[in-house]
């Protein structure tokens, strides 16, 4: 099964506390609510290159499955983290964060966990 493809953000849970618990200013917050997202994967073995365009911010990261990479956050900080594929999820631990990207035929769920927060994102193959 590969992640490769391109999504739409359908749904989000949570977004306002969980993005207001990361440390966004609200007119950012308020910004990003009600856009939907495009995430472009590109997995070739073991290797991904993920692209996520919301409005006019574009997250690009490159990694390889098991090794250590350098990855923006939404915040824009860049981070160190490993990503482990289990199966059909995506997950990387990252400042304490854990991040699930799990893949289930066109549709891609992200939760991502920080303490007792959680935020899930459902984006479908576009």
Request: net charge neutral.
């Amino acid at each position: 099964m590969s992640f490769t493809g391109k999504y739409e953000l359908q749904s989000q849970e949570n977004f306002e506390p969980f993005m207001k618990a990361l440390g966004l200013p609200d007119d950012l917050i308020q910004k990003g609510k009600d856009i939907k997202s495009i995430s472009e994967i590109v997995q070739d073995g073991k290797n991904f290159k993920v692209t996520v365009t919301t409005g006019s911010k574009v997250l690009h990261n490159e990694f390889t499955i098991g090794e250590e990479c350098e990855v923006e956050l939404i915040t824009g900080e860049k981070v160190k983290a490993i990503v482990q594929l289990e199966g059909n999820k995506l997950i990387a631990k990252v400042k304490g964060l854990t991040s699930v990207t799990e893949l289930n035929g066109d549709t891609i769920t992200n939760t991502l966990t920080m303490g007792d927060l959680t935020y899930k994102r459902i984006s479908k193959r576009i």
